[in-house]
């Protein structure tokens, strides 16, 4: 028996009680990512073709690492959490649901770590 009122209930973010907050941070990596969208194609598209050392050379300059660093990070948070709202709403097989949510964000994470360890290697002259 629950004796509870409808108002302590309701006080919650939701059924998972966490659905705001999962709301507003994708909107606010969305919002990131279109300011470091621009600012990382900007910054690395003339690198394309050009030889390994050009490159660690680029990536040596403090401001392009920390850009890139930036744009991978927010990228594969906005990315982990896409993938978790799709796999929510679609997938309703509680053990499906579980592993490919560990899944997708073992993936973010390991390309993430990856790209970052990536350029912080060459920032830091590795």
Do not use: K
Not at 8 to 16: E, I, P, T
Not at 25 to 38: F, G, H, K, M, Y
Not at 113 to 126: E, K, L, Y
Request: aromatic share 12%; hydrophobic share 50%.
């Amino acid at each position: 028996m629950d004796y509870r009122t409808d108002r302590q209930r309701a006080l919650g973010l939701g059924a998972s009680g966490e659905g705001s907050q999962h709301w507003w941070s994708q909107r606010v990596s969305s919002i990131a990512l279109v300011i470091l969208t621009p600012l990382f194609l900007w910054i690395y598209v003339p690198l394309l073709g050009a030889d390994h050392a050009d490159v660690r050379q680029a990536f040596g300059h403090p401001f392009r690492a920390i850009a890139g660093i930036l744009f991978i990070m927010v990228l594969f948070h906005h990315l982990r959490q896409g993938l978790q709202v799709v796999i929510e709403d679609y997938v309703h097989n509680r053990p499906v649901l579980t592993a490919l949510t560990i899944g997708s964000t073992l993936f973010c994470w390991a390309f993430g770590v990856t790209g970052v360890f990536a350029i912080a290697s060459m920032a830091f002259g590795r």
